[in-house]
């Protein structure tokens, strides 16, 4: 049975800035995703209150909403 507390790399093969790269594909999809969330969000307040039609709004809280789904499935997927 293996230890899973031992460090079984030497420190040669400890982990260089270039493997650090998908961890920073995954901040940089978060990252996005709340700004789509954010602007979504004020789109749909603007739309709402503005002489838009109905169906722009709408469209604009269906982008908010899916992008809120997008980032809990990404959380859940990428969770330790």
Same mark, same amino acid.
Request: charged share 15%.
């Given at each position: 049975?293996? !230890?899973?507390?031992?460090?079984t &790399?030497?420190?040669? /093969? +400890? *982990?260089?800035? !270039? !493997? +650090?790269?998908? *961890? &920073?594909?995954?901040?940089?999809? *978060?990252?996005?995703?709340?700004?789509? #969330? #954010?602007?979504?969000? +004020? =789109?749909?307040?603007?739309?709402?209150?503005?002489?838009? /039609?109905?169906? %722009?709004s709408? =469209?604009?809280?269906?982008?908010?909403?899916?992008?809120? %789904?997008?980032? #809990?499935?990404? /959380?859940?997927? /990428?969770?330790k």
């Open positions: 049975m293996s !230890d899973p507390y031992r460090f &790399q030497s420190p040669s /093969h +400890a *982990r260089t800035r !270039d !493997d +650090a790269s998908p *961890r &920073q594909g995954r901040h940089t999809v *978060r990252v996005v995703l709340w700004l789509l #969330i #954010i602007l979504g969000a +004020a =789109a749909n307040a603007a739309t709402s209150f503005g002489p838009f /039609h109905p169906l %722009v709408v =469209a604009f809280g269906l982008l908010t909403v899916l992008c809120i %789904v997008l980032l #809990i499935m990404h /959380h859940l997927q /990428h969770r």
